[in-house]
């Protein structure tokens, strides 16, 4: 199962890939494949927890990240 540390890392990789597909002045939209671990493709839990919420519906890291650089985006 990941670590604390691999959701970290995780939450890392979507906020950058966020940033850099926001940065192309073509695009319109972001989409994710899925939404909660619970019914990932992955689930079987040997190649992690790829998605924005866990299996319980929670935030993680990569939702968080997220949500936090839209924010900062939008901040004036």
Do not use: C
Not at 3 to 20: H, M
Not at 25 to 39: E, I, L, M, Y
């Amino acid at each position: 199962y990941p670590t604390p540390e691999d959701f970290a890392l995780q939450g890392k990789y979507y906020a950058e890939i966020l940033r850099r597909v926001l940065q192309a002045p073509a695009v319109k939209s972001f989409k994710t494949w899925g939404v909660t671990d619970r019914h990932s493709w992955k689930a079987d839990g040997k190649d992690g927890r790829p998605l924005l919420l866990d299996e319980n519906l929670q935030p993680k890291p990569a939702y968080l990240r997220q949500v936090e650089m839209l924010r900062a985006l939008a901040a004036p």
